[in-house]
């Protein structure tokens, strides 16, 4: 009869582990991260870093793919190229949206920090992360 069939991302399963050390790293580093979700392009969430239940890996993913498609659409009207990032500085911390290089697909990676947190550091050690990402799943 009427089997529902929910559509299913397509996540690669050996992204996960990688994505999952990667972010692991991230926040060993960095300690005023309150959330770090890796994403794949369209919304779905590989890894993610939430310790509490007031935000949704789910929710996160499928705002960071909107936010940073709207951020390649602004750029490429505005003729800038290609976006790289997206840095929002909030009443009470940043929240950095990533692309991440060279995976067939694409990922992405959003971090959310306190306010605590130096941005340039942020940016940096989320780069180290999105790089790291990359080189390894690149070649697969």
């Not at 994403?39 to 870093?49: N, R």
């Not at 800038?80 to 949206?97: H, M, P, Y």
């Not at 694409?106 to 180290?128: D, T």
């Amino acid at each position: 009869m009427g089997n529902s069939t929910s559509a299913k991302p397509k996540v690669n399963p050996d992204w996960i582990p990688v994505c999952e050390q990667a972010l692991n790293a991230l926040v060993e580093r960095t300690p005023d991260i309150l959330a770090a979700v890796v994403t794949t392009g369209d919304g779905f969430d590989v890894a993610s870093y939430v310790p509490n239940d007031k935000m949704s890996p789910k929710k996160l993913s499928a705002m960071t793919s909107s936010m940073l498609g709207l951020a390649e659409a602004l750029v490429s009207e505005a003729l800038l190229g290609r976006s790289q990032d997206v840095i929002i500085e909030a009443e009470k911390g940043q929240v950095l949206l990533l692309s991440v290089p060279n995976v067939r697909g694409g990922l992405l990676l959003n971090v959310i920090a306190s306010q605590k947190v130096l941005i340039g550091e942020l940016l940096w050690a989320c780069r180290q992360c999105c790089a790291t990402i990359g080189d390894t799943l690149g070649s697969h």
